[in-house]
């Protein structure tokens, strides 16, 4: 039943990424696009008023979905020279608590973020004239997918046999943590 539970949720996981993934490149082609024609114009023709704009907003979206990513894959910046030196169930309490702490951080984002949203409600941008919250959705959108992830991130660690390529702490080329040596991990 677990073993259910925790798939399901890592195709869930799997799905988001793949689309997070597709968005984020499709923002990051409009922002060079958009900075391209930016230079070109303003060299040759007259400048365009809202290629900046599009470009600032696209670099907002390309940072919280690239985050998002970043964190599915364990690739933000952690510290773990002590960690690794402490016993095998140490270590696990520790990454434990590290995914709560980031869940609730996750959770105080996206209602700071909704908050924020609410606040610039009915609010269009300069040159775009674009909705604010439209700008800024992806915020509580990019929060609730880390506490997704997180979420999957804490199941792995509570039920680790269920973690991909586990095959148990004697396993050839892992440590006592059961974790890859290759720095490929997938959650922090």
């Known amino acids: ?9 890592d195709a869930l996981c799997s799905r988001i990424d793949a689309v997070v993934g597709i968005i984020a490149f ?59 030196l402490l016993p095998d169930i140490v270590r696990r309490l520790i990454r434990t608590a590290t995914i709560a702490a980031s869940i ?5 984002g996206m209602w700071y973020a909704l908050s924020y949203i609410e606040f610039q409600s009915g609010q269009v941008t300069a040159s775009l004239r674009l909705p604010i919250p439209l700008i ?10 880390m506490i997704l992830y ?15 390529g586990y095959r148990g702490k004697k396993a050839e080329g892992q440590g006592q943590d059961s974790q890859p040596r290759d720095g490929n991990k997938q959650w922090p």
């Not at 290629?51 to 990513?69: C, D, I, K, N, P």
């Not at 609730?104 to 105080?108: G, L």
């Open 136 to 145: 800024y959705s992806v915020m509580p959108f990019s929060f609730a997918v």
């Open 1 to 9: 039943m677990t073993g259910k539970i925790i798939n399901g949720v």
């Open 26 to 84: 499709c923002a990051l082609l409009t922002m060079i696009t958009a900075i391209s024609m930016q230079i070109v114009f303003r060299v040759y023709f007259q400048a365009l008023p809202w290629s900046e704009e599009l470009s600032r907003y696209m670099l907002v979206w390309l940072t919280f979905l690239g985050a998002t990513m970043a964190y599915r894959r364990g690739l933000h910046i952690t510290v773990t020279f002590v960690v690794g």
């Open 104 to 108: 609730f951080f996750f959770a105080a």
């Open 150 to 164: 997180g979420l999957h991130a804490l199941l792995l660690e509570m039920f680790p046999g269920h973690q991909p």
